[in-house]
């Protein structure tokens, strides 16, 4: 799995940033390893110099073997809120677009059921 972080110039120790979140991505997806190809992470800091709340944006793009990539963002007041909340909207995001596509691959046919209860 390929990570790759990109920060906004409002963003200081970009840096020890990405390397932090890199290794965080790494161990929240690791279950996913194998269906998850790439994931870009961007930071950003909306309102830069001015402050105020909820002003740190994360903005999480996977992209998956075979599908169509998942997105989410989820803005905090610290960088650190940003990115666990998008972080956490990713892998619920992953879990259910995942957990489908295997519970339909292990599903059984009505028609299967049927031919059985008639043996």
């Known amino acids: 799995m390929q990570i790759q972080v990109n920060t906004s110039n409002g963003i200081e120790n970009k840096e020890t940033l990405e390397q ?15 269906e998850v190809t790439r994931v ?21 793009e996977a992209r998956l073997a075979g599908h169509q990539p998942l997105a989410v963002s989820h803005d905090g007041a610290t960088i650190d809120e940003a990115f666990r909340g998008a972080s956490d909207k990713l892998k619920r995001s992953l879990d259910s677009t995942l957990g489908r596509l295997l519970d339909h691959r292990d599903r059984d046919s009505i028609r299967k059921d049927a031919d059985a209860a008639l043996e």
């Open 40 to 60: 870009e992470i961007h930071l950003s800091d909306e309102n830069s110099r001015r402050g105020g709340a909820a002003d740190k944006r994360c903005t999480m």
């Open 20 to 34: 932090w979140a890199d290794g965080e991505m790494r161990q929240n997806l690791s279950r996913f390893a194998g």
